[in-house]
């Protein structure tokens, strides 16, 4: 690597000499532009609007619009006029808590290695930061422009955090934004469940850029003269009206057959919220069902009643029957005397 800055952190009445590399770099494939038929580069010359002459990078100066056509004109010597304390340091101001800082802020990353008797300060401040668990906030001169910027350890090495200053930070002012839509809790409670099925542990390494690799493929086959086949894309689900609660579920079910989990049965697992509810419409059914057990009750009582009608019926019939066999008895005495 190359170093793009030398200059020192000023730490209390502490200086520690560093020098500062772009800590990440682009892999994007570049491409030039080129003459269809021959190849050949194309080439852009810088003239003058005015005059129509070609101009060379000793001639050009920063111009800045005011509007009406004028332009106001600054020189290198403008520019070096300006009071730039900070030209060649990088000045903690202030210690704070790392989730203080909203990482929208963050701009460029910058490694810092010490330079030359440097070492112990480096190292010094690079272990009291990681003690306290917190980052430097910092001013700092680069490229003829003071930045914000913070200090923070990885990998046993302070890294330089440029950061946005927030007046550059733009505010969202979208329609969405005034309206008043609200969200079905049984449909929040499906999405956290979703959350919770696709939830696991951030590996960087396990991602890779994939249109960049077959871009790369195909001008690999290009400069070897073999062709190129694409895989077949997956057609795209037409854009039209979504159940949400049937899409949650399925991306449920689909995300718990990746993991190699069992699925659910029909659906994803009862919420809180659903079994909530369906506690709620088992009570209300539940006092529906008393009324109709003391009805019962009431008509037991009724038959219970009808029983001893029966038994003093049957009493009745009894001596009904004995009346009957001693007439039967009187009748065979006559006919015994009459013979």
Known sequence: MRAIW??????????????????????????????????????YKRTCSVCGEEVTYDDIAKGYD???????????????DLPLSTSHAIDVLEFVPAEQVDPILYNKAYFLEPEG??????VLLRDALSDSERVAIVK??????????TLRVREGVLLLNTMLWPDEIRRPDFGFLDEDLKVRPPELAMASSLIDSMAGEFEPDAFTDDYRAALQEVIDA?????????????????????DLMAALKASVERARAARGEAPSGGGAEPTPISSARSAKKAAKKAPARKPAEKKAEPAKKTAAKKTPAKKTAEKKTEPAKKTAAKKTTAKKAAAKKSA
């Open 117 to 122: 008797s440097a070492t112990k300060p480096y």
């Open 66 to 80: 005011i509007g009406g056509g004028e332009m106001v004109i600054l020189t290198d010597e403008d520019f070096a």
């Open 140 to 149: 700092v001169a680069l490229r003829q422009r003071e930045q914000l910027a």
């Open 222 to 242: 290009k400069v070897e003269g073999r062709e190129v086949v694409q895989p077949e894309e997956e057609e795209a689900a037409p854009a039209a009206a979504v």
């Open 6 to 43: 030398k200059g020192a952190v000023s730490f209390g009445l502490v200086s520690i000499g560093v020098k500062v590399y772009s800590a990440t770099e682009e892999k994007d494939i570049r491409f030039h532009q080129v003459h269809r038929e021959d190849g050949g580069r194309i080439r």
